[in-house]
Structures are given as C-alpha cells and as structure tokens.
C-alpha cells in the first residue's frame, strides 16, 4: 500500500496504524514523488491526499488511473464535501475518505483490495484448449527477442494480465512493467504521459517531468487500448518503435529507452487501416507478434473456475458465494459481451446482495436468463410476459426497498445497516451510490 500526503506526522502515524504482516505499507509526501513510487511499486492500494503541494487537486488521481489502472485508489481530505467526492469517484476513485477518520473503518476499506488475490492473475484461469494454447503460444512470445507484441480480443477478455504475464515469463521480469491506458486521458495529457514534458513546455508545466517511456527503461511498456490514439500520437509512436529515441514535449534533445511495447486492442485494426483511422505503418510494426485472447463464450468450460475464483475475491468480511449447478449451467449459456469482466462484475454484485449464500437461478439479474444460446428462465414471477427493461427495474426497486428498510432500522447508521444486509459496510456505500439513495 502507498499513501501519498504531505502531513509527515500523518503518514508516520497511519504507517504505524496499519502495520500488518500481510503487506507493506510505504510512504510519499508530494505528488511527483508518490507517482515514482506508485510506478516502482505498482501497490494494490493507494491513499491519496486531494491536494497536495504539487498537485491540482485531482490530477494525481487521473495519472494514477492511467498508470496503474489495477491499483486501489482511494482519496482524502479534510476539505472534502459531497460534490468533490462524486468527481472524484467519477474520475476513478475507488471512495472518499474525510480526515479525521476512524482507523478501523479505513482498515475494514483497505483490507479487500490488499488482501484480494492480485487482479493480473484473473485472465489466466482456465483449463480449456483454448485457454491452454494461448499459455503455449504466450510462453513462445515472452521469451522472443520481440520488441514489440500485438494482444488482440474483445474488450474484457483480460489482456492486461496477459500483458503482466508475458512480461513475467520474459527476461525482463526483475525490470518495470509499465501500464499506460491509452483511452484514459486527453491526446496532449497523454503526450506529456508517454514522452515526459519539459519545463515551461506549455501553461501549467512549472517543471520538467520524465515520461512512462523512461519509467519503462530496460523494461515492458503495455499501452492498453492503442486503437484509440489519434493520428498524430500514432506517428510519434511509429518513430519511438523504429529508433528507441523518443523528444519530450518542448524539449530540442532526443531521449533513448530500452524496451519492449506490448500493445492491445478490442478494434479490428486492419479494418481501421483500411477506413485510413489508423497508420498502415504502425499496424504492421505492432502487428510481428500478434496473440488472440479467446471470448468467454470460446472457454465456457472454464465458468465453474472463474465463479468460484471471484466469488473468493469478493468475498469481503462474508463467507464466498456458491452456485448451484443449474445456475452455472445457465451462465455457461450465456453469451458474455463483456467476457471476463462482466462475469467478474456479476460475482461482485451477488456477493454483495447474498454474501455466503448459495446463488440459485432466480437470484440472477434477469437478462442473464434472457442471454443464452437456448430458451432458459429465471423462474421470475411475471417473467414471461413483463418486457426485460420493466424486470431489471422491478429488481433495482427490491434492491433499494431491502436496503432502505434496514437503513431505516438501524436509525440510519450505515455500519449497522451493513450488519443486518450481511455485507461490509463499503459494498453498502456502493449500493448507495449506484442506486441513488441519499442517507
């Protein structure tokens, strides 16, 4: 874990605090050095101060997201209010803390993504041919002399933990892995990202910053989403691939990096090529490598490992969900648009709602029962008649009426409301926000 503040005796104090033999906990006191560290560290969780003597406000956070989008970050203030907030969970972050807090309470927030298995691993599982020709292949790749890989698939097929895994598997495993998501930021933000700024460069950059592409030396380089940068980054792109040298933005110097792009994308990119939206030049440079990640629907065969691996995830302060047989059956015909992640975002919502329950076919949001490959159902009163969009809505409204009521048994008290529903009192705040009710 990292926390980012310029309160020394604060940072001192929750080091102390938090203390735990399951992980470490560093420190950082202002925005540029709490950003090397996040790279070096790649933390799973990190506590992020709003307004830092070198930040603007959220700004942090944005390159935080954009670098390590599968870190924890959670944001605090002593000036925080509730619009503040709101953006801040908009622009990513996980929740908002108002200083003074209660340790316990940040404790309970913190452990389900320090102690939660590492989300680089989740794309791995699986014992489906499928799954077991992209290991084969992804080993041949990561001990290539490729400098550059090419990922393809739909989006949520898990192409970042191929990413890690490749890099893991490779020589360049004790070096950094550097992960940049190219759809995340603005095209002069993710410029200044890549290739560093210097100082005076443009208004706003009081000083010179190294870019991801020299935090990356001697290292791997994932650029997430590359089918979305636009032309003129796509060049630039180009010309680092071709020569390792790259030119911070305003600077006259070249620079030179050592190190391998993995690329990915959910786009046909040679479609793209030939609707003249990407460089013809650059596809074939990212293209010497190419891996094809296979859809859910490829390796259903693999569901009952994915369920059962994320139900543990998610299991929080509440024993794991389970599925019972004809529920896994109906999930393994259904036809997963979202791949991985909707499956991943499914488990999160079952195990918030039944924690420690076994989850039969009526429990399940009514469209997976509409999804599959043949005729199922829910066995949801009024299923076969009332149209999907009036079930979904029926079931949001069971959703709040339940919580509602134990909100209003408890007096309002969100802790206790968490403890009557069996769930943490961070997967309540979720359900809060999600469904708009205001406590």
């Not at 560290?41 to 599968?70: C, E, T, Y």
């Not at 404790?107 to 791995?124: F, I, V, W």
């Not at 893991?168 to 700024?197: D, I, K, M, W, Y």
Request: hydrophobic share 40%; aromatic share 4%.
């Amino acid at each position: 874990m990292l926390i980012i503040d310029d309160e020394v005796a604060l940072t001192r104090s929750l080091q102390i605090a938090l203390r735990d033999p399951n992980y470490q906990v560093a420190v950082a006191h202002n925005a540029q050095e709490g950003l090397a560290k996040a790279n070096a560290l790649r933390p799973q969780a990190i506590l992020l101060d709003l307004r830092l003597p070198d930040g603007d406000d959220l700004k942090p956070l944005q390159r935080l997201n954009a670098m390590l989008p599968d870190s924890a970050v959670l944001m605090m203030s002593a000036h925080g209010d509730i619009k503040t907030a709101v953006e801040a969970v908009k622009q990513g972050a996980k929740d908002f803390i108002t200083k003074p807090f209660d340790i316990n309470a940040l404790k309970t927030q913190l452990s389900q993504y320090l102690l939660a298995q590492p989300l680089k691993q989740e794309g791995l599982i699986g014992q489906t041919p499928a799954m077991e020709k992209l290991r084969s292949e992804l080993a041949l790749v990561a001990k290539s002399q490729a400098k550059t890989v090419l990922l393809l698939g739909e989006s949520g097929t898990g192409k970042t933990a191929v990413a890690a895994e490749i890099h893991r598997q490779s020589a360049l495993a004790n070096q950094g892995f550097v992960e940049v998501n190219c759809a995340a930021l603005p095209e002069n933000l993710l410029e200044s990202e890549l290739f560093g700024v210097e100082k005076g460069a443009f208004t706003g950059a009081n000083k010179s910053r190294s870019g991801l592409i020299h935090a990356a030396d001697g290292g791997t380089l994932f650029l997430d989403e590359v089918g979305e940068l636009t032309m003129a980054l796509q060049a630039k792109l180009l010309s680092f691939l071709e020569s390792q040298r790259y030119r911070p933005v305003g600077s006259t110097k070249e620079k030179q990096a050592n190190v391998r792009v993995i690329a990915a994308t959910n786009r046909n990119l040679a479609s793209a090529v030939e609707q003249g939206r990407f460089r013809a030049d650059l596809y074939y440079r990212l293209n010497v490598m190419p891996l094809t990640l296979p859809s859910l629907e490829e390796r259903a065969a693999d569901i009952p490992l994915l369920l059962a691996h994320f139900a543990q995830q998610f299991s929080y302060d509440a024993a794991p969900i389970h599925f019972q047989l004809q529920t896994q059956q109906l999930l393994a015909g259904y036809r997963w648009p979202g791949n991985i992640r909707e499956l991943k975002n499914l488990v999160e919502r079952l195990s918030v709602l039944y924690g420690g329950d076994e989850i039969s076919v009526g429990m399940l949001p009514v469209e997976f029962c509409e999804g599959g490959k043949t005729q199922q159902s829910c066995d949801l009163t009024g299923a076969e008649s009332e149209p999907l969009e009036h079930l979904s809505s029926r079931l949001a409204d069971e959703e709040k009426r339940v919580i509602v009521g134990a909100l209003q048994e408890s007096g309002g008290h969100k802790g206790n409301a968490a403890k009557l529903l069996n769930i943490s009192r961070h997967a309540l705040k979720r359900r809060l926000q999600k469904l708009g009710i205001e406590v």
